[in-house]
């Protein structure tokens, strides 16, 4: 499918971008193609045009060759990838979140377990998830329990310093006032701490979601046989770079609209609680 410039512009146009947001983005397309394209800097093999990324995408969307989940070069077609690299991401995501959030709320009230459980936090947190895939394919194998455990270690720190970071900037008299009213612990915690730290939670989560998009990538670089980061590989090895832009740019649109989606949720439960 051969496209130019203007059909680009005019897809964009077309879309329900804000318009702040859509003048950026046409600008960026617009430098783009200057500097490929228009000046011809750069090699198509480095850095190819962005009609022939957007050609590539149509491609690797519509071609009859590639069906859902399996077929053609790249075993499938870039929706089949897209919905299952997500699925991945959502799946670790969430349990890093159901994990992180219970541990940083006991550590960030438990000043008396700081002192043991923060010399293991600190030696843990900066070792890259991407070096536990040793590990992991050993103790799981290669398929998703190793994935998942990847991206759950990716998404549980974010989570996890930030909710500490919440449950601590919340002013004590918010739990007074409520205990006075004859709240328990409980319903202190429920009704009074974690409300007040609604703005660190999505935060965290905004913080987490993107590392978990960051961790499945290089996991499934290794450890998988489908996926955005199969597709990106796969396009590497036979030097389809508009193939492997096309890659890069769904995970960004994918980060980019369930980063809309956090913001809108936080909006609406911050205003409810306000």
């Not at 680009?8 to 146009?13: N, P, R, Y």
């Not at 046409?26 to 000046?39: E, H, K, P, Q, Y």
């Not at 050993?138 to 329990?145: C, Q, S, T």
Request: with cysteine; hydrophobic share 60%; glycine share 8%.
């Amino acid at each position: 499918m051969k496209l130019n410039l203007l059909d680009i512009l005019q897809v964009f146009a077309m879309s329900k971008i804000p318009l702040r947001g859509a003048v950026s983005i046409v600008l960026l397309i617009a430098v783009w193609w200057l500097v490929t394209s228009g000046l011809q800097l750069f090699s198509a093999l480095v850095l190819p045009p962005p009609e022939a990324v957007f050609s590539a995408a149509m491609t690797l969307l519509f071609d009859p060759d590639l069906s859902l989940f399996s077929g053609g070069i790249y075993n499938g077609s870039l929706l089949g990838h897209a919905v299952i690299s997500t699925g991945r991401v959502l799946l670790g995501f969430g349990l890093a979140v159901v994990l992180a959030v219970p541990i940083g709320v006991l550590i960030a009230r438990s000043p008396k377990l700081e002192p043991y459980v923060d010399p293991v936090l600190q030696v843990f947190r900066p070792i890259p998830p991407i070096a536990w895939t040793p590990l992991a394919i050993l103790w799981f194998g290669i398929g998703l329990e190793s994935i998942t455990f990847l991206i759950c270690l990716g998404a549980f720190w974010p989570m996890l310093l930030n909710t500490i970071s919440g449950i601590r900037e919340v002013p004590p008299i918010l739990g007074r006032a409520a205990a006075s009213l004859g709240a328990n612990r409980r319903q202190v915690l429920f009704t009074a701490v974690l409300p007040a730290a609604v703005p660190f939670l999505f935060t965290g989560l905004r913080l987490s979601f993107g590392a978990a998009w960051t961790t499945i990538v290089a996991a499934e670089l290794i450890a998988a046989s489908e996926g955005l980061g199969y597709l990106i590989m796969n396009a590497r090895r036979i030097l389809a770079a508009p193939d492997v832009i096309v890659g890069m740019l769904t995970i960004g649109f994918l980060g980019l609209v369930f980063d809309y989606l956090f913001r809108a949720i936080e909006k609406r439960l911050y205003a409810r609680i306000a």
